[in-house]
């Protein structure tokens, strides 16, 4: 496509449950990029991939998050356990490798997660 | 990276300029200016960036300090499609990849 493409765009569900959010890059973007924005502030860096490999965790809040991107394209942000907490947007961007370095980052519109 | 300081908010009218300003007095040599802006319910959108040289395209201008303790951002001929919150960012340019660090941004309201 043309974007970066972000499903589901919205999720509800219950404290407890298990959640997969899925980000589909630009075409060709080796970079990946997952973010958090709570409301009113802004977006949070969570991990950054390089191809498969997660070049960058160390914004990951805890253990119960973890991310995969196992063929370089589509990643998917899982959630295990969620808490009330981690109700927020999740955002995905992408970058080519001459772009990601001059830092324009190419973003969805995001997957909200509401936590009941 | 280098933290940032911006106004929680600015109003400007329909068709005059919008300057928004940043404070980064602890930037580093190596480090970039950056800015985005976000337009309620989307994701944040590159608008340009500089080292040093004021850089201007097809959105906005940059005009970075010759200290390079803080620059702003122009829009030319502000529309009310250009009410947003404005980030202003200051990060290392890796060779593959960038991780760039949101403050709290400058809500701009554009009015009739």
């Known amino acids: 496509g043309a974007g970066v493409s972000q499903t589901p765009s919205n999720k509800v569900t219950e404290k407890g449950k298990y959640v997969e959010l899925r980000c589909d890059p630009i075409s060709g973007h080796t970079a990946l990029y997952w973010y958090r924005q709570s409301l009113g502030q802004g977006p949070e860096f969570l991990i950054y991939f390089q191809g498969t490999g997660a070049a960058d965790d160390s914004g990951l809040p805890n253990d119960r998050f973890f991310a995969v991107r196992p063929e370089g394209s589509v990643s998917t942000l899982k959630i295990q356990r969620t808490e009330r907490g981690d109700s927020a947007v999740y955002l995905c961007?992408?970058?080519?490798?001459?772009?990601?370095?001059?830092?324009?980052?190419?973003f969805g519109e995001g997957s909200r997660l509401t936590v009941l | 990276d280098a933290k940032t300081t911006q106004p929680t908010s600015m109003d400007c009218a329909e068709g005059r300029a919008a300057n928004l300003p940043c404070n980064h007095s602890?930037?580093?040599?190596?480090?970039?200016v950056y800015w985005y802006r976000q337009i309620h319910s989307q994701g944040p959108q590159y608008i340009i960036h500089?080292?040093?040289n004021n850089e201007t395209n097809e959105m906005a201008s940059l005009i970075i300090t010759e200290d390079r303790k803080s620059s702003t951002l122009i829009l030319p001929h502000a529309t009310l499609r250009d009410t947003a919150v404005y980030y202003c960012?200051?990060?290392?340019?890796?060779?593959?990849?960038?991780?760039?660090?949101f403050g709290e941004g400058t809500q701009l309201t554009v009015n009739p």
């Open positions: 500089g080292l040093k």
């Open positions: 961007a992408s970058s080519s490798p001459g772009q990601g370095a001059s830092g324009e980052l190419f």
């Open positions: 602890t930037i580093s040599g190596n480090e970039y």
């Open positions: 960012i200051v990060s290392l340019v890796e060779t593959s990849g960038s991780r760039l660090t």
